[in-house]
């Protein structure tokens, strides 16, 4: 009676495997474009929190200014409600002003993030268009060898 063996899928399978190549700098490159997108876009994030702290610091400084000239003390009663109008007057300007201000931080933060968004999209277009054309010269090189040793 002939001894039947049974084949060693395990080696088979290493076998197979090892015959096609991974490369793992195509995705060290993805990580990379990732990470590089990440950072310049906390470093808008940032440069938009520290303009908009700007904005509301010189805001509040000017209303205070303009209460301290307020509540000081007034000679006439009629004084106390010009001082009111006055203040009315120079905060509704001043509000306008600084929600201009910030309008103008929103509309960079927009725009370097629309820049951002786009050229990293062209990065990991490109990059992911030089692993594919990679893996595939890899494959196909895997697969004659494959087959030339038959």
Known sequence: MAKTTTPDMTAMFKDVMGSFPVDTAAM???FKTATSLNEKLSTVAIDA???STEISSKW???TLAKLADMSKAKTEP??????MTDFA???AEVTSEHMAAFAEVAKKVQMDTVELMMAAGKDMSEDAQAAVTKATGDMTAAA???TAGK
């Open 144 to 146: 004659k060898k494959a």
């Open 89 to 91: 007057s120079a905060y």
């Open 49 to 51: 929190a520290e303009k």
């Open 78 to 83: 009629a004084d106390y409600a010009k001082a």
């Open 60 to 62: 509040t400084k000017e």
């Open 28 to 30: 060290e490159d993805a």
